[in-house]
């Protein structure tokens, strides 16, 4: 019988998930993708085949789907009917934070749960649904081997140096100290850049993993050595619904002066600020692109403002640029966005943008004499997760 892995992602009202073949030897290939979506309000499975051919589109109503574990339910239900022939070997999972111990995916226990419950503060959006979705397989299979695989993973190669903040030594010693996120479609990239692009794999590249959540990485053949993100996945880029990199002292202002509390800077970091807090309008970039508000245009100016700030620190770390490579929801498909990055940085950076191809979406974007080449690279995070998950498991 075929072996098989579930790769679950779980947000705050979605359960997104990947089955996987495993064959012996060979690369793994999807066999279903999709997700559980509107959990709370309005639950709706949709699920396509690896070949994108719709198998399931459900909807329930609040009583029959209400937590992550009964989306998980109706799940198995669907994956035992569509692939009865097949034995579920294991089931990976993408956790933001790992911490400082963790520099590689570790098999689930209760002591590693434990562990990752108390990284909650530092990821809030995310690190309690990845512990449900951990919890909920727990309840429906508790003897499947599950593998907890971080984003914060991949940036534990970076230099020291680079990790610290100018706060009193003790407190990196605590863990306060620059992680990154976003580590596994970084990873992706890096580990797929030797077969798209060969002549930059080893270089000095900046990616641009641009949706909801964004962020900059800096490889230099293939590892980090930088990133925006540092302890939390508030740093960096504006993104949706987060400012990125602020002046700490304007959270001290909040307390002092607008007498907000920690709870209400919490709620406005993470859900208030960002592409929807400056337009007015929400934090779908496709929305505001197809608006014609000041405030719009306002927000996307310095979402791409904020890239090119970022694309030239990370620069200066590699000490040098060799490509920009663009992935994620906003990377892989606004030609708008892309355009503008390249324009307001090919005067220093030597990027000559090809217009044709960047409509065409790539995955080469800029012109052949281009000192420093742009690329688009779809990526994917879930192969990531079921990589690991086969190979820790030993499938």
Known sequence: MENVILVLNAGSSSLKFSVF???????????????????GTAPHLKVKDGDGESIADVRWNTS???????????????????????????????????????????????????ELATLVPLAPLHQPH????????QEVQPELPQVACFDTAFHRSQDMVGQLYGLPYEY?????RRYGF????????????????????SGRVVVAHLGSGASMCALRDGRSVGSSMGFTALDGLMMGTRPGNIDPGIVLYLIQQEGLSAKEIENLLYKRSGLLG???????????????????????????????????????????????????????N??????????????????????????????????????????????????????????????
């Open 64 to 114: 029959e789907v209400a937590s992550h574990a009964q989306a998980l339910q109706q799940i198995a239900t669907l994956l035992r009917s569509r692939f009865a022939g097949s034995v579920l070997a294991g089931v990976g999972h993408r956790v933001v934070h790992g911490g400082p111990d963790h520099a590689a995916p570790v098999l689930v226990t209760e002591e590693v749960i434990e």
């Open 334 to 395: 606004s030609m708008r966005i892309r355009q503008m990055v390249c324009q307001k940085a090919a005067a220093w950076s030597g990027i000559d943008l090809d217009a044709a191809a960047n409509a065409g979406g790539g995955p080469r974007i800029s012109r052949s004499g281009s000192r420093t080449s742009a690329w688009v690279v779809p990526t994917n995070e879930e192969l990531m997760i079921a990589r690991h998950t086969r190979k820790l498991l030993g499938i």
């Open 130 to 137: 990845n512990l449900a979705a951990i919890r909920a397989v």
């Open 278 to 332: 400056l337009s007015g309008i929400g934090n779908d970039m496709r929305v505001l692109e197809a608006s014609d508000a000041p405030r719009a245009r306002l927000a996307i100016d310095h979402f791409v403002y904020r890239i090119n700030r970022e694309l030239g620190a990370l620069t200066a770390v590699l000490g040098g640029l060799d490509a920009l490579v663009f992935t994620a929801g906003i990377g892989e």
């Open 21 to 39: 073949e495993a064959p012996a030897d060979g690369e793994m290939r999807a066999r279903a993708v999709g997700q559980v979506e509107g959990l």
């Open 182 to 201: 976003h580590g596994l479609s970084y990873e992706y990239i890096a580990a797929i850049l030797p077969t798209v692009a060969p002549e930059i794999a």
């Open 172 to 176: 990196y010693e605590r863990g306060v």
